[in-house]
T-cell receptor, first 114, second 113 residues
Framework: SAVISQKPSRDICQRGTSLTIQCQVDSQVTMMFWYRQQPGQSLTLIAT?????????ESGFVIDKFPISRPNLTFSTLTVSNMSPEDSSIYLC???????????FGEGSRLTVL | GDSVTQMEGPVTLSEEAFLTINCTYTATGYPSLFWYVQYPGEGLQLLLK?????DKGSNKGFEATYRKETTSFHLEKGSVQVSDSAVYFCALGGNNAGNMLTFGGGTRLMVKP
């Protein structure tokens, strides 16, 4: 298993500002994933972050809006840029268990944009 | 593409009632199937999983059987408790590192004393 820590756990932000969410894993992992969970909705994959390469974004998500860094095998950041109220969501970092296919999740970062 | 369909909630039950949350899927190949639980204010936790047909995943009194013939993975519990109140997500994914998980829409369970 993997223990994943995210911060901030929650924040209230003003429209037009940007916020960076940090994700720390307690072991080295190849792939890290960022998901968004809009209020009352299921999870949507934003992007996959591999160390040493550009993140791979899913349809509907772009690097300019959600830049991602992956400087080493235990850490990643997701920035939500130029925020609007529609960006109010829980953002979840996750990684995959070795050989098991299951995902482990951080506690999530709950953003509210006013 | 792959998809997961769950029964819509909320599901409201009295304590000690029997729970079933339906989950069906469409997928190519032979995916693994998962149930995740999200307690209020928390992230997702893996509840149980099954990696091949006819496997039964179980944990904390919850069970789900991987039914390939009906493409289903229904979650059941014989006697729910108030502490089971949460949102439950069914998900599927391959065992390859590159395969992402596809999540259902989630089902909110509310258990009343």
């Amino acid at each position: 298993s993997a223990v994943i820590s995210q911060k901030p756990s929650r924040d209230i932000c003003q429209r037009g500002t940007s916020l960076t969410i940090q994700c720390q894993v307690d072991s080295q992992v190849t792939m890290m994933f960022w998901y968004r969970q809009q209020p009352g909705q299921s999870l949507t994959l934003i992007a996959t972050a591999n160390q040493g390469s550009e993140a791979t974004y899913e349809s509907g998500f772009v690097i300019d809006k959600f830049p991602i860094s992956r400087p080493n095998l235990t850490f990643s950041t997701l920035t939500v840029s130029n925020m609007s109220p529609e960006d109010s969501s829980i953002y979840l970092c996750s990684t995959r268990g070795l050989g098991t296919g299951e995902l482990f999740f951080g506690e999530g970062s709950r953003l509210t944009v006013l | 593409g792959d998809s997961v369909t769950q029964m819509e909630g909320p599901v409201t039950l009295s304590e000690e009632a029997f729970l079933t949350i339906n989950c069906t899927y469409t997928a190519t190949g032979y995916p693994s199937l998962f149930w995740y639980v999200q307690y209020p204010g928390e992230g997702l936790q893996l509840l149980l999983k099954a990696t091949k047909a006819d496997d039964k995943g179980s944990n904390k009194g919850f069970e789900a059987t991987y039914r390939k013939e009906t493409t289903s993975f229904h979650l059941e519990k014989g006697s729910v408790q108030v502490s089971d109140s949460a949102v439950y997500f069914c998900a599927l994914g391959g065992n390859n590192a590159g395969n992402m998980l596809t999540f259902g829409g989630g089902t909110r369970l509310m258990v009343k004393p």
